[in-house]
């Protein structure tokens, strides 16, 4: 009977043994990529809150590159930005192998390269987007991989701004980064669908290349009938994409969305009528 | 089940749970959303958009020789407009295209640039907080998917005696059905919840294990379990996302399953017997069980960090579970328009009382809760004078006053009855009665800091306080008490102050009553009128005389003589009546 007792005890505490092994692993493990994905969401929730202060910015007539009035607001976007590339940079560089087993990898990659790129660092974030190897693949996260796919285009807008906005520049320059920005947005918005939520952000920043564009239209001194052209190739491009945003964002109930950039682009595009 | 089996089954149900923990948050961080920037452009409604209309679509209004004309040719040819023209143009520029709109059989609002550039401008950058897959598209899977394993091993740990507890065609099998339906619904975004689930899971199975029979009605009871888990879980997730610290967390999660666990065991039978009432939903408000579900975990979880710590057990728990949907059931004002009146009332019930209460007895405050609510349903007229405001604080006050000087003994007195709980229950009850009946109680005279409850509640103590040893048992205390309470309600005389001993009237009854029968030294008086129950009958015959025929000092003095008589014939060997007491108290106090 002793026997017997002494056997099941035994059996018992193999048992616990195993279990306890088992879970001290798993603790150890586990205790690792809760702390390297709780670092992630801190960077995607600055990033988040950068790009928000920033936004809400921009019918203040400021962007990053012009200080002044808006001052404040930019410069805690800055930081944001800053603070997300930092801490996605780190991941990347020190926690690579569990980012990649949690499939983390990309969605630290994406919130790093598009920080660079709002901090003005053009070139890093070109070569990190255009390196992304599987992160731009079909098996990559599709937000992440159609924004890398994305992300070149996202600054040679921003060059073309500058460029008409500092008038050093002929009208062809621009005009050469506008279009190559809207071509490299056209191959991103392909890549994706119109049901993806991400397809409406890439249309909107090709809207917002559109403005930058009528801008220089008008700024380069340019003369007819070589304007004349221009415009009517704007106004083309413009009545296409609005088109296009209007069969989107008036399904999602949102038609002062419309009626923003139909005003600011000198259209009558509206989501109640014929289009 | 042996012990070592449940000690390894335990092991690897917080292993698998820890990691369906861990793969929610993964989940959830790779599915952020983000909110995206947009390359940089001029965001501005300005000359510029307004040039850009006169040269395409609103090219009909550029006439020639117009100021439209001249300002679009300016804006072409690169330069800038004086500021008052550009303002001009762009204000003549929105005109035109709500106009152009119009005739072509569109609406718009019409939108100044400050709006377009506000209101508008919030829209369109809403748009751009971007998920990363389409909705449904996730291929991840859902938080339940997650925690399937672990509550498959919580379930057969449970259900393995009666499995067919578990088929759907019963209400139990359909209760859990409902549960593990409406908690797949709630929003788990944060890392902490899969525990939550996992533990209220666990009070279901455990109701339906140990109660099968408050399951009783099939749709009934699946909408029991819908309308629960939904209003705890999700209350209990947000503010579990919002917590701070590991601790906090863990006890929102433990009341949270206190909560639920009460409201299925409980609101089973009163829920269940009405399901009409209690389940129903009307214009989109949630039902009023979800209501009261939600009213229960955020008095018990509150923000200002009252820790009402162990004074809720899981009985006290479902006792004002219950109180709460009968109240609301009889008086449905208590909902309020937006179902905000019940959870106001428990929130400030609990919040007010809960250190006075626990000063008196550990588990009062849960009964205290459940008697403001009984007698609020009772006069909801009064408490309740206007649909959707919150109710008058009538009986929270009083009941702070009662449980406040129930609780804590004046520092100038030597001695105070130590009321047990239903003593004080009994106390609250009679002063709440009081209240309803003239609620100018809780409301102190004008140029007075004090109530005259709490002036009353004062010199009655004192009164007590002041008695010579051996003093009154606290039972006997407490319906001299009463009785005081109730003389109150009669006479506000009582709480006069007599200029020569500066000591209100009331104070001046008890002295009366106690000095003169547990003073002197004759010992066959004392041990006839000292008894307890005698100076108890002498104190209230007292009160209810005075309250009859009015108070006055003097008064007061006729029964001190009376009662000194009665103290000496009973030392010279005559009977003691009490009922020729009052008899003779009446008289002296007539005669006075």
């Known amino acids: 009977m002793q026997a017997s007792e002494s056997r099941v005890c035994a059996v018992v505490v193999r048992a616990l043994a195993a279990a306890a092994i088992a879970a001290l692993a798993t603790a150890c493990s586990f205790a690792t990529s809760v702390s390297v994905t709780r670092q992630l969401r801190e960077a995607q929730e600055s990033f988040s809150s950068a790009a928000a202060a920033e936004n809400a910015a921009r019918t203040q007539k400021m962007t990053l590159a012009e200080t002044g009035a808006g001052g404040a607001a930019l410069g805690s976007a800055a930081s944001g930005y800053a603070l997300a590339a930092q801490i996605a940079r780190g991941l990347r560089e020190n926690e690579a192998s569990t980012l990649e087993r949690d499939g983390l990898f990309c969605p630290a990659l994406t919130v790093e390269a598009m920080s660079l790129w709002r901090l003005g660092k053009r070139d890093d974030a070109r070569t990190l987007a255009e390196n992304a190897g599987p992160c731009r693949g079909v098996d990559a996260p599709p937000r992440d991989r159609t924004l890398l796919l994305a992300l070149p285009g996202l600054v040679q807008a921003d060059d073309a701004y500058r460029m008409s906005r500092d008038g050093v520049h002929n009208y062809e320059s621009v005009k050469a980064n506008v279009m190559g920005a809207l071509g490299k947005l056209q191959d991103a918005a392909a890549d994706a669908t119109p049901r993806q939520p991400v397809y409406v952000y890439l249309l909107t920043s090709q809207l917002a290349v559109l403005r930058t564009w009528s801008e220089a239209i008008k700024s380069e001194g340019l003369v007819d009938p070589e304007q004349s052209a221009e415009f009517q190739a704007y106004k083309d491009k413009r009545d296409e994409l609005l088109r296009e945003y209007r069969s989107v964002v008036c399904d999602l109930g949102s038609p002062e969305s419309l009626d923003y950039w139909s005003t600011l682009l000198g259209s009558r595009k509206t989501c109640s009528g014929t289009p | ?592």
């Open chain 2, 1 to 592: 089940m042996g012990t070592a089996e449940l000690i390894i089954f335990a092991i690897q149900a917080a292993i698998r749970l820890a990691e369906a923990a861990r793969r929610a948050l993964v989940d959830s961080t790779r599915r952020q959303a983000l909110t995206l920037p947009l390359p940089d452009f001029p965001a501005v409604i300005d000359a510029n958009s307004a040039a850009d209309f006169y040269k395409s679509d609103g090219s009909t209004f550029n006439v020639a020789g117009s100021d439209i004309q001249k300002w679009t040719d300016l804006v072409f040819s690169g330069q800038s407009l004086p500021e008052t023209a550009e303002r001009d143009f762009v204000a003549r520029y929105l005109n035109d295209r709500a106009l152009l709109i119009f005739r072509k059989g569109s609406t718009t609002a019409f939108r100044s640039a400050e709006d377009l550039g506000g209101v508008a401008a919030t829209q369109w950058t809403a748009l751009l907080e971007v998920r990363q897959w389409r909705k449904g598209g996730d291929p991840n899977p859902s938080t339940l998917q997650r925690l399937a394993g672990t509550l498959i091993e919580v379930g057969v740990d449970y259900f393995q005696r009666d499995p067919s507890l578990l088929r759907t065609e019963r209400p139990t099998g359909k209760a859990i059905q409902s549960f593990l339906s409406a908690i797949g619904d709630v929003s788990f975004s944060m890392e902490k919840p899969p525990r939550l689930a996992v533990s209220l899971f666990g009070a279901l199975a455990e109701s339906v294990q140990a109660n099968p029979e408050l399951f009783g009605a099939d749709d009934a009871s699946r909408l029991l379990v819908d309308n629960v888990t939904r209003a705890v879980a999700k209350d209990a997730q947000e503010r579990i996302a919002a917590a701070g610290d590991t601790n906090t967390e863990e006890g929102i999660e433990a009341w949270a399953t206190l909560v639920f666990r009460s409201m299925l065991r409980s609101a089973g039978g009163t829920v269940l017997s009405a399901p009409g009432l209690y389940l129903g939903v009307e214009g989109g408000r949630p039902s009023l069980v979800e209501t009261v579900g939600r009213a229960l975990l955020g008095a018990v979880i509150q923000e200002d960090a009252v820790h009402l710590g162990t004074l809720f057990t899981q009985s006290a728990m479902d006792g004002v579970v219950q109180s709460a949907l009968r109240a609301v059931a009889a008086s449905p004002d208590l909902l309020g328009i937006d179902h905000s009146v019940v959870s106001a009332l428990v929130r400030s019930v609990a919040g007010e009382l809960a250190e006075s209460s626990q000063q008196v007895g550990p588990d009062l405050l849960p009964d205290a809760i459940r008697l403001v609510l009984d007698k609020t349903a009772e006069h909801v007229d009064l408490l309740l004078p206007q649909i959707g405001a919150p109710p008058r604080p009538l009986l929270v006050t009083a009941s702070r006053v009662v449980l406040e000087r129930l609780a804590k003994p004046d520092p100038a007195e030597h001695w105070r009855p130590r009321f047990a709980k239903a003593d004080a229950l009994a106390v609250l009850e009679e002063v709440l009665d009081q209240v309803t009946q003239n609620p100018g109680w809780v409301t102190p005279p004008a140029g007075t800091a004090s109530s005259p409850l709490a002036a009353l509640l004062d010199a009655s103590l004192k009164g007590l306080a002041a008695m010579p040893v051996p003093r009154l048992r606290p039972a006997s205390a407490l319906r001299v008490l009463r009785a005081a309470v109730a003389a109150g309600g009669r006479r506000l005389e009582l709480l006069d102050v007599d200029p020569a001993s500066g000591e209100r009237l009331a104070t001046q009854v008890l002295d009366a009553v106690f000095s003169t029968l547990r003073g002197g030294a004759d010992a066959r008086a004392a041990w006839t009128l000292a008894r307890d129950e005698v100076v108890t009958a002498a104190a209230i015959e007292a009160l209810e005389r005075l309250a009859d025929q009015g108070v006055t000092s003097e008064r007061i003095k006729a029964v001190r003589g009376t009662l000194l008589a009665v103290r000496n014939d009973v030392g010279s060997g005559a009977p003691f009546d009490l009922e020729g007491l009052g008899e003779r108290v009446s008289q002296a106090i007539a005669a006075a």
